[in-house]
């Protein structure tokens, strides 16, 4: 049951650009999440968006949730080399208990 | 620094072995997570845990099973390991609704 949905499934930047990755859902949410993962490691949370919230910051990431697109879109401002990751988005669907649900993610690569 | 610790970061085992994945949060997290993750398949839930001992079925549970005998630890077993199950193991914990922790991952290659 794949809710989220990542694009473009493959981006690549220069050093200094903005990056930006989109995800669409499915069904209703409590909330939707941004997580990066570096090669060959585990997730590491980055972002939470609440269903009642339409923008959210932190440092140079910045989060835009529509409810009524069912879409969702991160903003990496500046990229730097270290931001070379795979980005997934996860949803936490009202009617799937407490597991979130994620997408195939999108990756990133930014050259210097 | 919170985390969760899985057991091996590398694991080679044969086709038809018993395989145990161990999974432990130092965070009092009351959910507790197994995802597999393939190229091109994302992530996939293969049981989840919300109280000790309470397990739930995730989209993929076949060929595995789960024990959760305390808060902090969360086991993943393949019952009779098969190549299907080559793949990357991802553990994960959370309180409530918030963000997951995840660990570093097992890749487990079955030969």
């Known amino acids: 049951s794949q809710q989220g949905e990542e694009d473009p499934q493959a981006l690549s930047i220069q050093e200094g650009e903005n990056a930006t990755m989109n995800c669409s859902y499915k069904?209703?949410?409590?909330?939707l999440q941004w997580y990066r993962q570096n090669s060959g490691r585990g997730l590491v949370h980055l972002i939470l968006?609440?269903?009642?919230?339409r923008e959210k910051h932190s440092g140079r990431l910045r989060v835009t949730l529509d409810t009524s697109k069912k879409s969702s879109s991160l903003l990496i401002t500046a990229s730097r080399a270290a931001d070379t990751a795979s980005y997934f988005c996860a949803t936490d669907a009202v009617q799937a208990g407490t597991a979130l649900i994620f997408g195939k993610g999108t990756t990133l690569s930014v050259s210097s | 620094d919170v985390k969760v610790t899985q057991s091996s970061r590398y694991l080679v085992k044969r086709t038809g072995e018993k395989v145990f994945l161990e999974c432990v949060q130092d965070?009092?997290?009351?959910?507790m997570f197994w995802y597999r993750q393939d190229p091109g398949l994302g992530l996939r839930l293969i049981y989840f845990?919300?109280?000790?001992?309470?397990?739930e079925k995730g989209d993929i549970p076949e060929g595995y099973s789960v024990s959760r005998e305390k808060k902090e630890r969360f086991s993943l077993i393949l019952e009779s390991a098969s190549t299907n199950q080559t793949s990357m193991y991802l553990c994960?914990?959370?309180?409530?609704?918030?963000?997951?922790?995840f660990g570093s991952g097992t890749r487990l290659t079955v030969v």
């Open positions: 965070m009092d997290h009351e959910n």
């Open positions: 968006i609440r269903s009642n919230e």
């Open positions: 845990s919300y109280d000790v001992k309470m397990k």
């Open positions: 994960a914990s959370r309180m409530a609704q918030g963000g997951y922790t």
């Open positions: 069904t209703s949410i409590n909330n």
